[in-house]
C-alpha cells in the first residue's frame, strides 16, 4: 500500500523537512519572551494561547504568518492561508474562533487585492470577521500576518500537552481535495467546499472539547502529520509509535504523489488527536460525519521517541528528549 | 512662542507626512474586507475592535506593525515601539490590555535578539505578556508585527467615532523625554521611565472611559497630533479648529526642534481626545497627576474640515469630507 517507501526514507523526509527545521529556533526566542503572569494558563507550546477570564471562560489568542514564498507564488491562496491557519489554531484548542486582524506588507496593489481577496473569501467561508489591523502600503517585501481571538470554556479546551501513556494516536484530514496547484506541499480541501461543510469541521473540534472525547490535540501544520505529532508528544513529555499504512491518504498514485511528500503536507483541514482506547471510534465516527477521515495510527507512551513502524520495521524520527523538535523544554521549564 | 512658523506651513507639513499619507489607501482595503457580524461593536476606524462578550463585556482586539525602516535603523527600538503601539491601541479605548502575540521575520539572529529583548522590555514594563506568535528565522527581510488582546465593560470604550459639536479638543503628551536618537520622529517618553509610571498613565484612559469623563479618543501615533485628530474627526464626521500655540510641547528651542517636526511626531505615550466643557479641567488634572502636560487646543464643529490656528491667521488642513485620511467613508457606509 504505502509503496517504494521504507520507515527510514519516511523517517529522514520528515526530519529534514523545511517545515520541520524552521521550528528549532522556537524554544530560543520562547526563552526570552516568557515573563510570568497569573492568567495566562497556557502560552507557546500550544497552538493557541489561553488566557483566563472571569473565572470560567477562556480567551484564546494566537497568530500565525504566511511563507514569503507563498505569498509571492500566490497571493490569494496565501491570504486565504493565512486565515485558514488561524481558524485552525483556534479550532485545536476546541475553542470558537471570534475574531481576525490582519498586518499586511505589499509591494504594489495587485498583490494587496489578491492577498485581502483571499483573506475575505476564507474569512466570509468560515464565517470569521477580519475586524482591523494594519496597512503597510509600499514595502519592498510581500507579508501577511494574521492574529485570532477565540472563546471557551476552561473546561472544554484541548491541549497540545496532555497526551497520556496508553491513549492512541488519531490522525484526522479531510482526503476529499487537491494538491493546491501554487504549492505542492498544500493539500486543499477547503476552497472548493462550501462554508456550510468548512464550519461543520471546525465546530467539531468544539464538540470534542465539550464531550471530554480527546486527551490532546493540535492542527496539522507546516511540518506535516509526523511533525506535528512529535510537537504534541513534545509538550507533552512523551513518545509514540506509529504504523505508516494508517495514515489516512487519498489516492497517492492517481496524484502521482510520493508517500513522503504526502506526510509532509499541509492539509487544508487536519488534526493529530489523542483519546483515550474507548473513545477512538466515537471519535473517528464523528469526524466521518463531517466529511473527514479519521483513524488510529498508534500508541503514546513514556519513550520519549517518536517512531514510525512499517512492513515489521521500525525506525526513529526524532529524540524528543537529546533534540526536540521546538527544544521549548531544554531549559527545564514546562510550557505552562 | 511657535518660532519662525505659520499656518500654512504646519499645515501643509502635517498635510505631506508620509505618516499621514500613508493612511490614504486604509478605505479601499477596508470596504473589501469587511462582512457582517452581529458581536462585532466596532472595527475599522477604532484603535482596536470591539466584539460584544457574555452581554456586558467587550473583547478589544488590535494590531500594529512597526515601518521597516525602524526595523533596521534600531531593532530594540522597533521591538519595543510594536508592543508600546499595542497596548496605546488598547488603552485608547479605555480597555485594559491583557495579552501580546508577535510574528517576527527576521534575516540573522542579531536581529531577532534585538528585537526580541525590545519586545520583552516593554512588556516586562507594561505589565502585557507576550503569550505566543509566529516565527520566520530566515527571511530577506525584517519585520516585527504584534497583536494585541484587551477587554473591557461595553460602557466604558472610548470611541473615536463619537466627538459632538461643542466639545473641546484636548491634546495629551508626556513632555518629559526626548527625542529617540535612531528615529527623529519618535519622542521618548518612555523607555526612561519606571513600570510604576507607565502603568498609571496607561490606567488612566480606563479611569476616563469608566467615568465617562471624555466623548472619544484615540493614541496619537503616526500621523502626529493633527493627524490623529484629523482621523478622529473624519470618523466621527466632524471637524475642528486648533490653536497651535495651545499645543502641549517641549522646550523646542532647546532641543533644536522645529515646531512642524514636533506636531509630526509619535509621541511615546500620548491622547488626542474630546470632552464636553465642564469636564476638560477634570481630565486635564488627571493627566498632570500621572506626568502628562494635557491641554485644550480647540473645539468641535460640524465643518468636517479641521484647520489650525495662529497669529489670527486660520488654515486648513484637511477637507474630511472631500478628501479625508483613511477615507473609509467614501462608499457611505459608516465604520460601525
Chains 1, 2 share one sequence.
Not at 121 to 130: D, N, R
Not at 290 to 312: C, E, F, M, N
Request: with cysteine; proline share 4%; hydrophobic share 45%.
Amino acid at each position: 500500500m504505502v509503496k517504494d517507501c521504507s520507515t527510514d526514507t519516511v523517517a529522514q523526509a520528515v526530519r529534514e523537512y523545511e517545515g520541520v527545521i524552521r521550528k528549532k529556533v522556537i524554544g530560543d526566542v520562547i526563552r526570552s519572551l516568557r515573563i510570568e503572569s497569573p492568567d495566562v494558563v497556557a502560552s507557546f507550546g500550544e497552538d493557541a494561547a489561553v488566557i483566563r477570564h472571569n473565572t470560567d471562560d477562556a480567551l484564546l489568542l494566537a497568530a500565525d504568518g504566511i511563507w514569503s514564498k507563498l505569498m509571492e507564488a500566490d497571493p490569494f491562496w496565501a491570504g486565504y492561508c493565512a486565515v485558514l491557519v488561524n481558524v485552525h489554531d483556534i479550532a485545536a484548542m476546541g475553542g470558537r474562533p471570534v475574531a481576525i486582524v490582519d498586518i499586511l506588507s505589499v509591494t504594489n496593489d495587485r498583490i494587496r487585492d489578491e492577498v485581502t481577496r483571499g483573506m475575505v473569501t476564507a474569512s466570509a467561508q468560515f464565517g470569521v470577521p477580519i475586524v482591523g489591523g494594519h496597512l503597510h502600503p509600499d514595502t519592498p517585501y510581500n507579508v501577511v500576518d494574521v492574529a485570532i481571538l477565540g472563546t471557551a470554556r476552561m473546561d472544554q479546551i484541548i491541549f497540545s500537552n496532555t497526551a497520556e501513556e496508553g491513549d492512541r494516536v488519531i490522525a484526522a484530514i479531510d482526503l476529499d481535495g487537491r494538491i493546491h496547484p501554487s504549492c505542492c506541499y498544500n493539500w486543499d480541501s477547503v476552497t472548493m467546499k462550501s462554508a456550510e461543510v468548512v464550519r461543520a469541521q471546525i465546530r467539531l473540534m468544539e464538540d470534542l472539547g465539550r464531550e471530554h472525547l480527546v486527551t490532546a490535540g493540535k492542527d496539522i501544520s507546516n511540518p506535516g502529520v509526523i511533525g506535528t505529532l512529535g510537537m504534541l508528544l513534545e509538550v507533552s513529555e512523551k513518545g509514540a509509535v506509529i504504523d505508516l499504512e494508517a495514515i489516512p491518504r487519498p489516492d497517492l498514485a492517481a496524484l502521482k504523489l510520493p508517500f513522503e511528500q504526502w506526510v509532509r503536507m499541509y492539509p487544508g483541514m487536519g488534526f493529530i488527536l489523542t483519546a483515550k482506547e474507548e473513545n477512538v471510534e466515537e471519535v473517528c465516527h464523528r469526524f466521518a460525519d463531517v466529511g473527514i477521515t479519521a483513524a488510529p495510527i498508534g500508541k503514546v507512551d513514556g519513550s520519549r521517541r517518536l517512531a514510525v513502524r512499517y512492513l515489521g520495521r521500525e525506525t526513529q524520527v526524532f529524540d524528543l528528549d537529546q533534540e526536540g523538535i521546538m527544544r521549548i523544554f531544554s531549559e527545564g521549564g514546562a510550557c505552562r
